[in-house]
């Protein structure tokens, strides 16, 4: 299986079936190819018909639109749990992970992935705010019907917290508040190997794209520590 993908600081569409990849321990190649080069659109054109990433290849397979690609995953290697195992909790976590692929655009527009930095608070309206407040109590519900005593959504670590980890990502880069509970959710999908190794890749990009920042005050700046 091959898997291209946008640059890991800013491209969550990528970071989905890649955390799902990894998570699951599935044995996967990557391309990188970095957005807003004068050669992009043209690579990415070459690998995928929407000229967007990720894509991913396997034989002649070629699966684009990332919930699309970790369906295709999760039916080739349906011995790993990376949907819910109970039928009632598998329906609800797709549920969840189609309205995050289709829904949440304020939150998206205003907030885009960037996980080398983090911005200074402020009010990003009543859109944003509303995209928060159901992103939160989507999380909560979740959790309270299926997680059980365990860290994630459903239980163990999903396709659904896959899809919602830029998400998760977004609230802490734009220090966005939100109550207890959600935040020791987002701690522990900070704390997942699988993000935690997409992220440490992330810091080690050479790509910076000045205008994902633009109207941002930076509070902190990180770097890829050597480990
Ligand atoms: N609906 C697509 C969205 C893909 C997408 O928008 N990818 C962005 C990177 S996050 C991209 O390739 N942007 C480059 C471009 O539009 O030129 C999916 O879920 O995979």
Known sequence: MLLTIA?????????????????????FEETVIPMYQPDSKARMLAVSPTGKLPCLSDGGVKVWESLAIIEYVAETFPEKP?????????????AAASEMHAGFQALRNA????LGKRF??????????????????????ARAAFAGEQP????????????????VSRLDTYQIEVDAETHAYMD??????????????????????????RGETTVETFHHQQS
Do not use: Q
Not at 120 to 141: F, M
């Open 120 to 141: 200074a608070r402020k009010d990003r309206g009543p859109e944003v705010a509303a995209d928060v407040a159901r992103l939160t109590a989507l999380w909560k519900e």
């Open 7 to 27: 640059n890991k600081l800013y491209s969550s569409w990528s970071a989905r079936p890649w955390l799902v990849l990894t998570a699951f321990g599935i044995p």
């Open 82 to 94: 990376i949907w819910p195992g109970d039928a009632k909790a598998r329906a609800h976590a797709r």
């Open 188 to 213: 522990r999908v900070h704390s997942h190997p699988a993000f935690v190794a997409w992220r440490s890749a992330a810091l080690r990009e050479p790509w910076h794209v000045a205008h994902y920042e």
């Open 152 to 167: 994630f959504l459903y239980g163990a670590f999903s396709a659904a917290d896959a899809m919602f980890a830029p998400a």
């Open 111 to 114: 907030c885009p992935m960037n």
